[in-house]
């Protein structure tokens, strides 16, 4: 079961790092992609809150390594991966965990977003700078990840080889 779960955790990884450099929306500050937050409630639905946040995590840090990402992405994908996978594992409601997925990555990383762009990258943000952006990002990914899990083909395929 570990080898499994390891081997999707890879291939979530993969999609993220390489759909970072083809789909991406520029939205104020940062740069919104909602791949990632798909990719967030996957991993919670599928592999539970420790593989959400250490994919969260490769693929921030991968992304930044290829000239792609953004340092913002830290904050942002691992509280909400964190906070999806602690809601799912809780309740086992996907509209929970997409909830929780928008407010971890919208609120709480857009909040966590402003001291990092403020020392580590020189930007000067206000308090809610990045939120706005950060909510849009994560509600447009809750929505494909929403969709991809009331498919039933699509649920019934992972369900399968998990």
Do not use: D
């Not at 970072?20 to 599928?46: D, E, R």
């Not at 906070?83 to 966590?112: C, I, P, Q, R």
Request: hydrophobic letters at 55%; proline letters at 4%; a positive charge.
């Amino acid at each position: 079961m570990k080898t499994k779960k390891m081997a999707i955790s890879a291939m979530f990884i993969a999609v993220g790092v390489l759909a970072g450099n083809i789909i991406y929306i520029p939205v104020g500050a940062s740069k919104c992609f909602p791949v990632q937050h798909t990719l967030n409630i996957l991993a919670a639905v599928f592999l539970g809150p420790a593989y959400g946040v250490i994919n969260a995590f490769c693929i921030s840090l991968l992304r930044n390594f290829m000239g792609t990402g953004s340092l913002l992405a830290f904050p942002g994908s691992m509280v909400g991966a964190f906070l999806a996978g602690m809601m799912y594992k809780m309740t086992k409601n996907n509209w929970a965990t997409a909830a929780a997925e928008v407010v971890g990555t919208g609120v709480l990383g857009g909040l966590l977003a402003v001291p990092m762009a403020i020392l580590l990258m020189g930007q000067e943000a206000g308090a809610l700078a990045f939120v706005p952006s950060f909510l849009l990002s994560s509600f447009g990914g809750s929505v494909i990840a929403m969709i991809l899990l009331k498919s039933a083909h699509f649920v019934q395929a992972a369900k399968k080889s998990i």
